[in-house]
């Protein structure tokens, strides 16, 4: 039972494979995979690229040519909900896009073929995340010089939102918020693959779970935020998370 692990950004993997055992480098569909065994476990460490499309070229290549048997995302997003910080982690219960409007053929947000808007992470896999994610946060808190260095670090579970936009203002991640939840969606924050990889992994079978550390607020100041953290903190938080989930498994 291979596990894989998707990572958003390189600054995310680089640990993970650095501590790889019996690593096997292999290159499909443009893409590089990384076999081994990590913490104990048979693992494909791959990078979902940015954008729903390019993340559903990933999983798709890890079920097909890796025959993987869950998918495990971990990466960085941008705060939308009220009260989700920057250094806060969100384990994701379930997934909209929030870039999907076929109306007025189907309600805004529904994904046409799927009769729904929303689609669930798997129960399961979620659980050990959060409690992965629980172990990480107290061992990260202090730690690091974030921006909300002064708040408790929290752990959120709910909803994600995914679309092909990097959101970077106030306006627009209100406005998001605000739409999705006029319409009962409460949204904890923003990134741009995991609901491509769920809708994927449901169409296989496959079961999928994601856990998103908070970079930025989707704000005017996103963008410095999130160069920041990717840089100094992202990793450490992925390395930790992994391990984690991984001895749990
Ligand atoms: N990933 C991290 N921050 C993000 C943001 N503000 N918008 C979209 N994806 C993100």
Not at 10 to 20: F, Y
Request: aromatic share 6%; charged share 20%.
């Amino acid at each position: 039972m291979t596990t894989a692990i998707l990572s958003a950004l390189l600054e995310e993997q680089s640990g993970l494979v650095a501590m790889l055992q019996y690593p096997q480098r292999r290159v499909h569909a443009g893409r590089v995979f990384w076999t081994g065994s990590l913490h104990g476990r048979s693992v494909v460490l791959a990078l979902s690229g940015i954008g729903k499309v390019a993340a559903a070229t990933t999983a798709t290549a890890l079920i097909e040519r890796f025959g993987v048997a869950r998918i495990v995302f971990t990466g960085v997003a941008g705060g939308v909900g009220e009260g989700v910080r920057v250094g806060d982690v969100v384990v994701a219960q379930d997934y909209v896009q929030h870039d999907m409007d076929a109306s007025p053929l189907f309600p805004r947000w529904e994904l046409p073929g799927y009769a729904r808007a929303r689609l669930a992470c798997d129960a399961a896999l979620s659980a050990l995340l959060l409690e992965a994610a629980h172990a990480c946060v107290a061992s990260a808190q202090g730690q690091f010089d974030l921006k909300t260095a002064n708040a408790t670090l929290q752990v959120h579970h709910g909803l994600m939102a995914s679309g092909d936009r990097f959101v970077s203002a106030a306006h627009e991640s209100d406005r998001l918020r605000t739409a999705l939840r006029e319409a009962g969606h409460e949204v904890l924050a923003v990134e741009m693959e995991g609901a491509a990889v769920a809708q994927v992994c449901m169409d296989y079978g496959v079961p999928f779970a994601a856990v998103r550390t908070i970079s930025d607020r989707a704000d005017d100041t996103a963008h410095g935020d999130f160069a920041l953290f990717v840089q100094t903190v992202a990793s450490r938080y992925a390395d930790h998370m992994v391990q984690s989930f991984l001895e749990k498994l």
